[in-house]
């Protein structure tokens, strides 16, 4: 519920401080004290559009904050925890707007859209006046009270998970399918380049093998050369090293008496012969093995170029050709996949469908129960209000689109024929603005047990009626105060003595500036408002004792 609102440098008004009960509220004044202006800056703290007249002359801003308990809104909680704004059971909706236009709104401190204050201010408030912006008139809301008086909440909840799923999977149906033509030569594509990968049958490690034996094949002349020349210094002939280090350790042998270095470089003499002889077994070995083979070199120089040319193509380095070769081919699976994706999703989407439609068809029956229901309670109540002649209607047609839509199978409209033989019609099209207070005042005391929106908002809902009607409205509106909260700028007694709170509106003018202040009447100041709202400016005993009287009720 609203628990308070402040206003500053709004309008006339410099400085309004308000605090909210449960119950209804009710704001009188003299004619062009600015009653409304309460209602119109709550309504711009609602997200409502805004201009620069609306700053107080002389000051740079208006600011306003609507302060609201939501401990008991769920849709409202929920909404500000998708969107990261909860902070606790309190919600602060502010707006700021200067003099050269400029708009900013903020939720709990943070900035957000006029979008975003807009749609959590339809959870939190319903405001009911004589102007276009007028909630009843919007098809949604229309729709939403005819669910809740229904009770199909949760029905209406499950459609929408339903409708979803179905959108989702037609939208990736739709991309599956467009994109067919793209991927079939996409595959033929993968396929060829798999195939060629597939033939080359390159195995790890095999291009590092093929690139050494290539460079050995290659070089096999200047390889055996080398190899001979050195077994040659090393073993061959009268002079070579294993003979010259023989020679060496004999030299050394043969001295009587040795120190430690001479034992040092005996052994190290030794170890170079041992190296020697191996190395020399090693080249030796090496030539056993060898064997110049030009057609061998062919192969292998034919396998490293097919190797390199596919490379090549693709634009890579050798080395990534098997990564590329597991790449390709899963890209291939997944396009072959895709058919049988497609199959799944006509399924999926079929099932879904079916499903949509049992759902949609048991509201479209409840709807259809609940619709006779209300329309009879709605034209009941309308005659209390004098307007029995004004029949009401709830049309529910069926929707040209046959496929699954979130609200369901039909289109909900309230109609309203204010005339006897007159064609029933939208409530925008037939209804003046007295009569949409009225009915929109009939209809919410019907829906208010089951409306999720604990604060109703009523600007001058009793224009143009007096007498017994106006007190049959007051008893209305005090029952709705009775189940949640209600707020009422009114022009009657019998309304205004209805109230479980009175907030009386008054202005004041300087030669300089007129400024407008609001004040919480207690019970002897109720009496003389009562009494002036009866009586005019001239309050007497009689207007005093049947204020008091009016009261007592």
Same mark, same amino acid.
């Given at each position: 519920?609203?628990? *308070?609102?402040?206003?500053?440098? $709004?309008?006339?008004?410099?400085?309004?401080?308000?605090?909210?009960?449960?119950?209804?509220?009710?704001?009188?004044?003299?004619?062009?004290?600015?009653?409304?202006?309460?209602?119109?800056?709550?309504?711009?703290?609602?997200?409502?559009?805004?201009?620069?007249?609306?700053?107080?002359?002389?000051?740079?801003?208006?600011?306003?904050?609507?302060?609201?308990?939501?401990?008991?809104?769920?849709?409202?909680?929920?909404?500000?925890?998708?969107?990261?704004?909860?902070?606790?059971?309190?919600?602060?909706?502010?707006?700021?707007?200067?003099?050269?236009?400029?708009?900013?709104?903020?939720?709990?401190? #943070?900035?957000?859209?006029?979008? *975003?204050?807009?749609?959590?201010?339809?959870?939190?408030?319903?405001?009911?006046?004589?102007?276009?912006?007028?909630?009843?008139?919007?098809?949604?809301?229309? #729709?939403?009270?005819?669910?809740?008086?229904?009770? &199909?909440?949760?029905?209406?909840?499950?459609?929408?998970?339903?409708?979803?799923?179905?959108?989702?999977?037609?939208?990736?149906?739709?991309?599956?399918?467009?994109?067919?033509?793209?991927?079939?030569?996409?595959?033929? &594509?993968?396929?060829?380049?798999?195939?060629?990968?597939?033939?080359?049958?390159?195995?790890?490690?095999?291009?590092?093998?093929?690139?050494?034996?290539?460079?050995?094949?290659?070089?096999?002349?200047?390889?055996?050369?080398?190899?001979?020349?050195?077994?040659?210094?090393?073993?061959?002939?009268?002079?070579?090293?294993?003979?010259?280090?023989?020679?060496?350790?004999?030299?050394?042998?043969?001295?009587?008496?040795?120190?430690?270095?001479?034992?040092?470089?005996?052994?190290?003499?030794?170890?170079?012969?041992?190296?020697?002889?191996?190395?020399?077994?090693?080249?030796? /070995?090496?030539?056993?093995?060898?064997? &110049?083979?030009?057609?061998?070199?062919?192969?292998?120089?034919?396998?490293?170029?097919?190797?390199?040319?596919?490379?090549?193509?693709?634009?890579?380095?050798?080395?990534?050709?098997?990564?590329?070769?597991?790449?390709?081919?899963?890209?291939? =699976?997944?396009?072959?996949?895709?058919?049988?994706?497609?199959?799944?999703?006509?399924?999926?989407?079929?099932?879904?469908?079916?499903?949509?439609?049992?759902?949609?068809?048991?509201?479209?029956?409840?709807?259809?129960?609940?619709?006779?229901?209300?329309?009879?309670?709605?034209?009941?109540?309308?005659?209390?209000?004098?307007?029995?002649?004004?029949? $009401?209607?709830?049309?529910?047609?069926?929707?040209?689109?046959?496929?699954? /839509?979130?609200?369901?199978?039909?289109?909900?409209?309230?109609?309203?024929?204010?005339?006897?033989?007159?064609?029933?019609?939208?409530?925008?099209?037939?209804?003046?603005?007295?009569?949409?207070?009225?009915?929109?005042?009939?209809?919410?005391?019907? =829906?208010?047990? =089951?409306?999720?929106?604990? =604060?109703?908002?009523?600007?001058?809902?009793?224009?143009?009626?007096?007498?017994?009607?106006?007190?049959?409205?007051?008893?209305?509106?005090?029952?709705?105060?009775?189940?949640?909260?209600?707020?009422?700028?009114?022009?009657?007694?019998?309304?205004?003595?209805?109230?479980?709170?009175?907030?009386?509106?008054?202005?004041?003018?300087?030669?300089?500036?007129?400024?407008?202040?609001?004040?919480?009447?207690?019970?002897?100041?109720?009496?003389?408002?009562?009494? #002036?709202?009866?009586?005019?400016?001239?309050?007497?005993?009689?207007? &005093?004792?049947?204020?008091?009287?009016?009261?007592?009720?």
């Amino acid at each position: 519920m609203l628990v *308070d609102l402040s206003v500053n440098n $709004f309008a006339i008004a410099s400085e309004l401080e308000m605090e909210f009960n449960r119950g209804m509220t009710v704001i009188t004044g003299e004619t062009g004290a600015g009653k409304s202006i309460m209602l119109d800056a709550l309504g711009l703290a609602l997200g409502d559009r805004a201009d620069a007249g609306i700053v107080r002359s002389g000051t740079e801003r208006a600011d306003i904050h609507a302060r609201f308990d939501i401990s008991d809104i769920k849709d409202a909680t929920s909404w500000l925890q998708e969107h990261d704004l909860l902070d606790g059971s309190d919600c602060l909706l502010r707006r700021v707007i200067t003099k050269e236009g400029r708009s900013r709104g903020y939720i709990n401190g #943070r900035p957000v859209t006029l979008q *975003d204050l807009k749609s959590l201010g339809e959870m939190l408030i319903d405001i009911h006046s004589q102007h276009a912006h007028q909630s009843l008139l919007k098809k949604d809301q229309q #729709r939403r009270l005819l669910d809740e008086f229904a009770g &199909l909440g949760d029905s209406t909840a499950n459609l929408k998970i339903i409708a979803k799923q179905f959108q989702q999977t037609q939208q990736r149906l739709n991309t599956l399918e467009c994109n067919r033509t793209e991927q079939s030569a996409r595959a033929q &594509l993968l396929g060829y380049q798999v195939d060629e990968l597939n033939n080359l049958e390159l195995i790890d490690g095999e291009l590092e093998k093929l690139e050494q034996e290539q460079k050995q094949l290659a070089n096999g002349e200047q390889i055996q050369q080398a190899c001979q020349h050195t077994i040659a210094l090393c073993s061959e002939g009268e002079l070579n090293v294993v003979s010259i280090l023989n020679q060496a350790l004999r030299s050394l042998g043969d001295i009587p008496v040795k120190s430690q270095s001479l034992d040092e470089a005996s052994q190290l003499l030794s170890s170079a012969l041992i190296q020697a002889e191996e190395a020399n077994n090693e080249l030796q /070995h090496h030539l056993d093995s060898f064997e &110049l083979d030009p057609e061998r070199l062919h192969v292998v120089e034919n396998r490293l170029s097919t190797v390199y040319d596919i490379a090549r193509k693709h634009h890579i380095q050798p080395t990534q050709l098997p990564e590329l070769h597991q790449g390709l081919q899963d890209e291939l =699976t997944s396009i072959a996949g895709s058919d049988e994706e497609i199959e799944q999703l006509q399924q999926q989407l079929a099932e879904t469908e079916q499903q949509y439609q049992q759902l949609a068809a048991k509201l479209s029956k409840k709807r259809k129960t609940a619709a006779k229901k209300l329309q009879k309670q709605v034209e009941a109540q309308l005659e209390q209000l004098a307007m029995a002649n004004c029949s $009401f209607s709830i049309d529910l047609a069926a929707r040209t689109d046959n496929a699954p /839509h979130a609200n369901g199978n039909e289109d909900i409209a309230f109609l309203v024929s204010t005339n006897p033989g007159q064609e029933p019609a939208a409530l925008s099209k037939i209804a003046s603005g007295g009569e949409l207070s009225r009915i929109s005042l009939a209809i919410q005391v019907i =829906t208010a047990k =089951t409306s999720a929106i604990p =604060t109703l908002v009523f600007d001058e809902v009793d224009v143009g009626i007096g007498g017994a009607v106006a007190e049959v409205v007051g008893n209305l509106l005090q029952e709705l105060g009775d189940r949640g909260q209600v707020l009422c700028v009114t022009h009657q007694a019998q309304v205004a003595s209805k109230g479980h709170q009175h907030l009386y509106v008054s202005k004041t003018a300087s030669k300089k500036s007129v400024s407008t202040k609001l004040e919480q009447l207690s019970d002897k100041k109720k009496i003389e408002e009562i009494a #002036r709202m009866l009586g005019g400016i001239a309050i007497t005993d009689q207007s &005093l004792a049947h204020a008091k009287e009016m009261l007592s009720h």
